[in-house]
């Protein structure tokens, strides 16, 4: 079956230094990938997607590309601040018609000032 | 952006009765709704898709009878914890989508306790 697998946090940084959050997948057709955010009380927003090999995503300063050859998905930034403390999620879905979402276990991020 | 709410944000009940979570689009018209089920420091874990004048498609694993979805219009998805017990306290997520970009809009989520 189709699975994401995200690094374990959380992840502690201080303002202004570089994240990266690893995202691997393994899925049984060709995947669309997807980068969720959660910021405290709210729900899940889009924070990026790629759907197709080699293309980058990126919005408010994060990407990520899709490594078809390594099936990863990692997610950057070059400088977080603390409005970026949320849990982020790597999320696939697989052109099955269903576009139901296959979740990682999400990664939390905290930013120290 | 859509929005996708949902109602409650939060309840309580006591052990057997039944409880009522609704997911409503405000702002497009959405073909599908899924129901996700997250448990802390887990991840979503998908329970059933709905589609709007059809039949819920259920997860394995997920109880069709426990768990009933109804999607009677375009704009709103019910889901129902049918005599709810303590094992059923968990974040219940809805999400809807309205094209083929497999974009999905996420509610606020619903935090049911169980007594």
């Known amino acids: 079956g189709d699975s994401v697998t995200q690094m374990e946090g959380p992840v502690t940084l201080s303002e202004e230094a570089f994240l990266t959050i690893n995202c691997t997948y393994t899925?049984?057709?060709?995947?669309?990938l997807f980068w969720y955010v959660q910021y405290p009380g709210e729900g899940l927003q889009l924070l990026l997607k790629?759907?197709?090999?080699?293309d980058k995503g990126s919005n408010k300063g994060f990407e990520a590309t899709y490594r078809k050859e390594t099936t990863s998905f990692h997610l950057e930034k070059g400088s977080v601040q603390v409005s970026d403390s949320a849990v982020y999620f790597c999320?696939?879905?697989?052109?099955?018609?269903?576009?139901?979402?296959?979740f990682g276990s999400g990664t939390r991020l905290q930013v120290q000032p | 952006g859509a929005v996708v709410s949902q109602h409650p944000s939060r309840v309580i009940c006591k052990s057997g009765t039944s409880v009522k979570i609704e997911c409503r689009s405000l702002?497009?018209?959405?073909?599908?709704m899924f129901w996700y089920r997250q448990f802390p420091k887990k991840s979503l874990m998908l329970m059933a898709t709905?589609?709007?004048?059809?039949?819920?498609?259920?997860e394995q694993g997920v109880e069709k009878d426990k768990f009933l979805i109804n999607h009677a219009s375009l704009t709103l998805s019910t889901l129902t914890v049918t005599s709810a017990h303590p094992e059923d306290s968990s974040f219940y997520i809805c999400?809807?989508?309205?094209?083929?970009?497999?974009?999905?809009?996420f509610g606020p989520g619903t935090r049911l306790t169980v007594l």
């Open positions: 999400s809807a989508t309205n094209d083929w970009a497999y974009t999905q809009y």
């Open positions: 899925a049984t057709g060709y995947p669309s």
């Open positions: 790629a759907t197709k090999a080699d």
């Open positions: 999320a696939l879905t697989v052109d099955t018609g269903r576009r139901a979402l296959t």
């Open positions: 702002d497009f018209q959405a073909t599908t």
């Open positions: 709905s589609n709007e004048g059809s039949k819920a498609t259920y």
